[in-house]
């Protein structure tokens, strides 16, 4: 089974323009994201898919191997789509750039899926952690995701999900991470289908592939890295690299 990371890096992003290409301890984001991807050792090829020369230049000096988007995109899925029709690949899994400090452990755990999915009926493997507290459920930034009882996926959701009607039961609520490994079957399939209702209305594209009855897996984690989506969140990934280094 080969598998290849893609990391979507665009640098354009409406609440931290640039934000990928922001300094990090001596070197940027996006290269602190690519060399901590390679590092996990769990993968044949790794990848960074940019619409930004800036981007593409910065990791082709460091000798990282980078694509270059042809079409522009309204989706990362859509972005590695493009490029992962001419790589060579069983599995692929989609690496948030923005996110510097990857989860070995959860990408393990992705991986593990497609190992033990033998007749190869899951289509996509992505985690979900725990929420807590009611502004965090309340919270449309926050993706909720409810299961079935083996941990496939039945919707996703900006709202909070299921709606608590009988308050004397303690329901769980997930956290969507958005991180993938897809069959490339799955993916060049995302690709050739438009955008759908729900994931329009909701704007999760992973609804896209609920609704064209696609099979997600999902794995419950305990632990969520860094994502850097504000200045603020970058100062806090800086005190997270202090703490590692003391």
Known sequence: MKVVA??????????????????????????????????????????????????????????????????????????????????????IVNVQGDEPFTQTDTLKKLLEVFEQDTHKQIDLASPMVRLKGKENIENPNHVKVITDQDNFAIYFSRSPIPYPRNQEIDIPYYKHIGIYAFRKAALLAFKSTSMTPLENAEKIECIRYLETGRKIKMVEIDHVGISI?????????????NSRNN
Request: hydrophobic share 40%.
């Open 6 to 91: 893609m990391i979507p890096a665009r640098y354009e992003a409406t609440r931290f323009p640039g934000k990928l290409m922001a300094d990090l301890h001596g070197q940027s984001v996006i290269r602190t994201t690519y060399t901590a991807t390679l590092n996990t050792g769990l993968f044949d090829e790794v990848f960074v898919v940019t619409d930004s020369k800036i981007i593409h230049d910065e990791i082709a000096a460091y000798g990282g191997k980078v694509i270059m988007s042809i079409e522009p995109h309204e989706s990362g899925s859509d972005r590695i789509a493009e490029a992962a029709e001419t790589i060579d690949a069983d599995i």
């Open 229 to 241: 989506d504000s200045p603020e969140d970058l100062e806090k990934a800086k005190d997270y690299m």
